[in-house]
């Protein structure tokens, strides 16, 4: 359920430090997820090439025969010629095929890098104080400076490159010391995914892919989900699954570390609202509209666990919400325990028309619709033609006669409106 957002403010939460970044962060692996695709094509394009090397071995070759898994023939001299060109590009192909996918896996750590060091980068302009006393400047250096802000801004970034010098574990340590923030408590359930991923990408930097002991001997002290048949010496890949996993696991520990350090920080209560709306229309209510269920499940059942200072009507949008992911991933039991867990007697229309319609009680939805009216205090037009909770009524008969009362047009003439 997404919440109608107001009048754009001077201020918005996304164009401050934490917001920005995270939106761009979030942005970034998302388009690196659905480049996943080009491995789908790039794996069609080599099985194509493969086949048609085995159909021209099948057609030209001479005593034929296989043994230990290779294929041994014999071919005229007439015949060589076409056979090593289709040979070398099933030969690239195979390459391509084995590279993009760690090409992708690296380009998805990185961009997690970016946002690590924005967030360092955010909390050191916050509390500049907390920089290593161990840099500093000479009266010489400081004359090449216009001001005291051009000074702190040079510091900062000196700062952040000695930190992103060390490892990934370390920056989350840091993290923890200078806020106060237990990210290794909150993010307990990401961390042996986390530690994994990050070693394995720098396996296919610095070592091409292989396992080494340090990568076997972490992967087993924190009991990381891959440890199963590692061995040195091992050549690891990136597979569809192990990339969607990686991808879910950053996206959580991003999504999660930045509201956390932001929450700490945070003195401006204007944010609240912008903040709060972010998390629920732009994060939640979009991994909901590209069915990404269980990855919205864990962040509301994260934010409702760790999130602080955040409004009741938020909560209480959470709540509906992960009653609805759970409800749309088929969890119906659960959904409607989630629903049971709070009280709803004293929520407004909006509200009630939203549990009205988790718990398929149509008629009563169809009321509230009508009391509610043309435009709510966080529901418009706009929500029943693209928010997900109200597909149910969407579908149902009685929902265009309701609508047409309610705006005074057709539900379909308004969706072609609405997409001019």
Request: proline share 3%; net charge neutral.
């Amino acid at each position: 359920m997404a919440k109608k957002k107001k009048e754009v403010k001077k201020s918005e939460w996304t164009e401050t430090p934490f917001g920005a970044t995270l939106k761009f962060f979030l942005t970034q692996i998302e388009g690196l997820e659905k480049s996943v695709i080009a491995i789908l094509l790039m794996q069609k394009l080599h099985e194509k090439e493969t086949k048609e090397l085995e159909e021209f071995i099948d057609k030209k070759g001479q005593n034929i025969r296989k043994k230990s898994g290779t294929t041994y023939f014999k071919l005229d001299p007439v015949d060589r010629g076409t056979y090593e060109k289709i040979k070398q590009e099933r030969n690239k192909s195979k390459t391509a095929l084995e590279a993009l996918p760690r090409a992708l896996f690296v380009s998805l750590v990185s961009q997690y890098d970016l946002i690590v060091a924005s967030l360092i980068k955010a909390i050191l302009k916050e509390h500049p104080t907390i920089i290593s006393p161990e840099k500093s400047l000479s009266f010489e250096e400081i004359q090449f400076f216009d001001s005291i802000d051009d000074i702190v801004e040079y510091l900062v970034e000196e700062e952040v490159d000695s930190i992103l010098f060390k490892s990934h574990n370390f920056h989350i340590e840091w993290i923890e010391k200078k806020t106060g923030v237990e990210l290794s408590v909150s993010l307990k359930e990401e961390i042996p995914c986390f530690t994994e991923l990050t070693e394995r990408r720098n396996l296919f930097v610095h070592a091409n892919g292989i396992a080494n002991r340090k990568y076997i001997r972490n992967c087993k002290d924190i009991n990381c989900p891959h440890k199963k048949g590692l061995k040195q010496g091992k050549q690891l890949d990136v597979n569809s699954a192990y990339f969607r996993d990686s991808y879910e696991c950053l996206y959580k520990i991003s999504v999660k570390m930045t509201y956390l350090i932001w929450e700490k920080l945070n003195t401006n209560k204007d944010e609240v609202e912008e903040a709060n709306t972010f998390f629920n229309n732009d994060i939640i209510v979009d991994l909901i509209k590209h069915k990404k269920y269980e990855l919205a499940d864990d962040l509301l059942s994260f934010a409702a666990e760790h999130f602080v200072g955040v409004p009741e009507i938020y909560r209480k949008l959470f709540t509906i919400n992960r009653a609805l992911v759970n409800k749309l991933a088929g969890k119906e039991d659960i959904a409607r325990k989630i629903i049971g867990s709070t009280d709803w007697t004293a929520a407004g229309n909006e509200l009630r028309l939203a549990v009205a319609i988790l718990e398929d009680r149509f008629e009563d939805a169809f009321k509230l619709m009508r009391k509610i009216g043309k435009e709510g205090e966080f529901i418009g037009k706009e929500n029943y033609h693209e928010d997900p909770l109200y597909e149910p009524v969407r579908q149902r008969p009685e929902f265009a006669k309701v609508y047409r009362e309610i705006y005074g047009t057709d539900f379909v003439s308004a969706v072609k409106i609405l997409k001019k």
